[in-house]
């Protein structure tokens, strides 16, 4: 599975949940990190929202990102787990 985690510099709930997913890498997923500040469309989009993670999802046009539900940034590693073993299921691909 990949996921992408949009962010930007100096965003503490960023760099919490970015944490949190490195302390995770016995789980198998690849993690793409893009800094909203660099793209203006990735800016408008998710300026209010991030952190913002995605997993990208592989559909007959191609591939495309589907935001995972938003944690609690007081979220325990525990639940942040639970949820992408949820979607590392493929019977319970949404």
Known sequence: MKLVLYSK?????????EE?????????FDLEIRDITTQDDWFQ???????VLCRVVETPAG?????LPR??????IARVEQMLQTYL????AK
């Not at 949190?20 to 198998?28: G, I, Q, V, Y």
């Not at 989009?45 to 952190?51: A, N, V």
């Not at 944690?71 to 325990?76: D, E, H, K, V």
């Not at 299921?89 to 319970?92: C, G, I, L, R, S």
């Open 9 to 17: 510099p100096g965003c503490h709930l960023c760099e919490g949940l």
């Open 20 to 28: 949190k997913l490195a302390t995770l890498s016995h789980l198998d």
């Open 45 to 51: 989009r998710y300026q209010y929202e991030i952190p």
């Open 63 to 67: 591939q495309r990102e589907a935001a």
């Open 71 to 76: 944690l609690s940034p007081r979220a325990p």
């Open 89 to 92: 299921e493929p019977n319970k």
